[in-house]
């Protein structure tokens, strides 16, 4: 089991980790680590593990049996022996850019209230698809409220349910096409405001910024077409 450290502070850049085993792949497993594996449409975390008088440069991050995370490295090379203490080194800008990314897009199924069938997240933009019929006729008021919502500087916060708390609230899932993850007993809740001025609650694994305000200038992007009642919405940083 590799422990999760993004999920206890996704502004960690730098720690310390052990390895405690090696893919057939050519991966290295740690027993924790703060970088996040690809999931729930948001990308594998990149950066190097330094040890001695070496380093090694991590393309992605990936789940791996069980409860494992797997570091792949960018290239073949020789690997850190099972054993080797080391540090890890997030590239925290990218990672960054993905907190914000992610969290906006939070807002942006808040801002459009309708089910999600899809989504995927990048450094620069992200999408939602919406089982939407027709395009919003107004893209830049979509875009002023979406602004709006990222401007009223809300936290964003966890909390943890049990999986039968999450049947019993079906409502929770806005997300069509990818099930939270379930069988572990529990699942984590990104909420965003607090108290009356709450204005999202959903299951999600990723890491997000800490206050609404810091995603920054976004623009909506292209809507497009994808079906009969399905549409993309396009959501980009702007800095």
């Known amino acids: ?31 924790a680590t703060i970088f996040y594996p690809q999931g729930g449409g948001q990308p594998g975390d990149s950066g190097a593990l330094h040890w001695r008088d070496q380093i090694l440069r991590i393309a992605t991050t990936l789940k791996g049996e069980g409860d494992q995370i797997v570091l792949v490295p960018a290239e073949p090379a020789g690997l850190p022996p099972v054993g080797t203490a080391l540090r890890q080194a997030l590239d925290w800008e990218r990672r960054f850019r993905h907190m914000r990314v ?65 049947e019993a609230n079906p409502g929770l899932v806005k997300t069509m096409s990818v099930a939270p993850p379930k069988g572990q007993g529990r699942v984590r809740l990104v909420r965003i405001g607090q108290g009356a001025a709450q204005i999202d609650l959903q299951p999600c694994g990723g890491t997000h910024v800490a206050t609404t305000v810091e995603i920054g200038r976004i623009r909506i992007g292209k809507i497009e077409k994808k079906g009969a009642r399905n549409r993309r919405v396009n959501m980009h940083l702007v800095d």
């Not at 310390?16 to 740690?30: D, S």
């Not at 089910?115 to 999408?127: E, Y």
């Not at 875009?143 to 936290?155: C, G, K, T, W, Y």
């Open 1 to 31: 089991m590799t422990e999760m450290l993004f999920r206890s502070d996704p502004y960690a850049r730098e720690t310390i980790g052990t390895v405690v085993a090696h893919t057939a792949e050519g991966g290295i497993v740690l027993d």
């Open 102 to 166: 992610h969290t906006g897009l939070h807002l942006l199924s808040v801002a459009i209230p309708l089910p999600v069938s899809g989504g995927a997240i990048s450094s620069d933009k992200g999408r939602l698809d919406f089982d939407m019929p027709e395009a919003p006729e107004d893209k830049e008021a979509l875009e002023a409220a979406l602004q709006a919502l990222i401007d009223r500087d809300l936290p964003v916060t966890e909390d943890w349910i049990t999986d039968a708390e999450l």
